[in-house]
């Protein structure tokens, strides 16, 4: 079946402005996160959602980045008046049950968007 | 102490050879552990998980020691396409965020 799907996949953005990145999560897929990762970096960790709930916020690095997800399904991430520093690629990734442990709850990432702000 | 950290590498082997390496993570309390191989400038890939016992996946093995805290990945006959950065990732029981190492570098040359 269709993997997780990302768009844009490339994004140049001037500073100030906003964006708005989308994620289509596997179908079926109850959770959905999304992560953040800088050239040469490791992921990190944004925002979390199961279902339409987002019950840990606490990766979003300031009050202008939001995210939501309507219908149990697709997600949006916007950043508010952008930075440079907002500069990375934002990738998303579904799972089909709420992680609690053991196998079978593996995240599967969708392509990403490499989010450039000038 | 982060709570993931692998050797970054990289770890340059000939085709045909054996190449392994581990990861260390700090909570005693993880359950649940993946090998991802992440590609330049592409998406993580599910590799593999690691269960308690080992598992063998073709020509990777992974294994997984609870005492030291370490889970190790072992590739025997590399490919050229086995080139590619691999994350140790671990999640932690009843939490559904998970951590990722840095990742170690793989170069197979012909």
């Known amino acids: 079946g269709a993997g997780v799907s990302q768009s844009p996949s490339n994004k140049v953005t001037e500073k100030g402005k906003d964006v708005e990145l989308r994620c289509d999560p596997i179908?079926?897929?109850?959770?959905l996160y999304w992560y953040r990762q800088s050239l040469g970096q490791g992921l990190e960790f944004l925002i979390y959602?199961?279902?339409?709930?987002?019950?840990?916020k606490s990766g979003l690095p300031s009050d202008r980045f939001s995210a939501e997800r309507t219908g149990g399904s697709v997600s949006t991430l916007t950043i508010q008046r952008t930075q440079q520093e907002d500069s990375a690629v934002y990738l998303c990734?579904?799972?089909?049950?709420?992680?609690?442990?053991?196998?079978?709850?593996?995240?599967?990432f969708g392509p990403g968007t490499r989010l450039t702000v000038l | 102490r982060k709570e993931v950290e692998q050797d970054p590498g990289p770890f340059n082997v000939p085709e045909g050879a054996t190449v392994a390496f581990n990861c260390t993570y700090s909570?005693?309390?993880?359950?649940?552990f993946f090998w991802y191989r992440q590609d330049c400038r592409k998406e993580p890939k599910l590799l593999m998980s690691?269960?308690?016992s080992g598992n063998e996946d073709g020509r990777f093995t992974a294994q997984l020691n609870r005492a030291s805290q370490y889970i190790s990945l072992l590739i025997r006959d590399s490919k050229l396409s086995d080139s590619a950065t691999y994350l140790c990732?671990?999640?932690?029981?009843?939490?559904?965020?998970?951590?990722f190492g840095a990742g170690t570098t793989v170069t197979v040359r012909a």
């Open positions: 990734a579904s799972s089909l049950v709420r992680l609690s442990g053991g196998a079978g709850n593996e995240q599967f």
């Open positions: 179908s079926g897929h109850t959770a």
């Open positions: 959602f199961q279902g339409n709930s987002a019950p840990d």
């Open positions: 909570n005693s309390a993880s359950q649940s």
């Open positions: 690691v269960y308690s």
């Open positions: 990732v671990v999640n932690i029981a009843a939490h559904y965020k998970l951590s």
